[in-house]
């Protein structure tokens, strides 16, 4: 069981407890509605949201999925009143916008942060997610060892964590993360999914929840951010140091049969992967085995013309599964 001296809940102003109230009823109508909305990339939003057509929302997609700007009569004036009150659209530059985008994964729909996400706490879902939520499930499927407990390290939206309580509802899971909004709306996406084994805690990796854990998810910031904002900086010479941080914190604290899944992104330099190879020099023990593949060879491509990427030749997205053997 999670010890409550080392694993506290975030503690919650009343005026937080409003927004949030006022988020699950949005994304209830959402819902209700048949919203739908696949994120894409960063660079893929822009181009789209350019065109001269998409200057304003016409429909919830464009103000909800695309982050567009829209005029006061979209909505009725009660919960006009109820979204302006709670912070969920305000307005910039003479036009009304959303703080916050709504993303399908399957059936669920996870609110996070409107774009662009230029925050130092900005809440990230997109093309990414989407990747580490086909890994979660196929490990899922594959798994026959009982899972007990489990772990989302950096939950963000708790996408990671929703998908392992709705496929394993006897499951005790931990949504963890250091940024206070991402834990918010990782508690209101769970309240929205009807979701009731699930609970959000704050935590640097796993520094403040204690005990052994039957799987352990992770899908850390890895690139190199000139703002080190945390949603996207991953530390070390090119994003990876986050990552081998949460392999070698990880480790031991898995149960017998207890796996790590790390979802992460490496930068591939002169046609060498930095990342395999620090991992392979922390899995020398033969109490572990563990699989690494590449998932996409070539994602954020835009980012090799940032500096510090000058001898970069790709960012790739990977998979590493860890299991304790004994």
């Known amino acids: 069981m999670v010890d409550s001296t080392l694993c506290s809940p975030l503690p919650v102003s009343s005026a937080q407890s409003r927004a949030d109230q006022a988020l699950l009823h949005l994304g209830r109508r959402l819902q209700a509605d048949g919203y739908r909305f696949i ?59 959303s703080t916050v985008r709504w993303s399908t994964l399957g059936p669920l729909l996870l609110a996070h942060s409107a774009f662009p996400t230029d925050d130092a706490d900005s809440v990230f879902f997109g093309p990414d997610t989407y990747r580490f939520a086909s890994v979660i499930e196929e490990c899922l499927r594959q798994r026959f060892a009982p899972i007990r407990r489990a772990v989302d390290i950096g939950c963000g939206s708790g996408a990671g964590a929703l998908l392992v309580a709705r496929g394993r509802p006897e499951a005790e899971v931990l ?29 640097d990796v796993l520094d403040s929840v204690d005990g052994r854990f039957d799987l352990i998810l992770a899908n850390p910031p890895y690139m190199k951010d000139g703002q080190q904002r945390a949603y996207r900086h991953g530390g070390g010479a090119l994003g990876e140091a986050l ?84």
Not at 179 to 194: C, G, H, I, K
């Open 39 to 97: 994120t894409p990339t960063p660079l893929t939003h822009h181009r789209v949201n350019a065109r001269t057509h998409n200057t304003s929302a016409r429909d919830m997609r464009g103000i909800f999925g695309w982050s567009r700007p829209f005029d006061a009569d979209v909505f009725e004036a009660a919960e006009w009143l109820e979204l302006q009150q709670s912070g969920i659209i305000v307005k910039a530059h003479g036009r009304w916008h």
């Open 175 to 203: 949504a963890v993360d250091i940024n206070p909004r991402a834990l918010r709306l990782s508690a209101v996406n769970a309240q929205l999914a009807e979701v009731r084994n699930v609970s959000v805690y704050h935590s």
């Open 243 to 326: 990552s081998l941080r949460i392999l070698q914190e990880a480790l031991p604290r898995l149960e017998r049969d207890g796996t790590l899944l790390l979802y992460t992104g490496v930068a591939m330099v002169d046609g060498r992967d930095p990342f395999l190879e620090a991992a392979r020099s922390v899995l020398t023990d033969d109490a572990f085995g563990w699989t690494y593949r590449e998932l996409d060879p070539d994602v954020f491509g835009e980012e090799l013309e940032k500096p510090g990427y000058e001898r970069v030749e790709r960012i790739a997205a990977v998979a590493l599964t860890v299991t304790r053997l004994n």
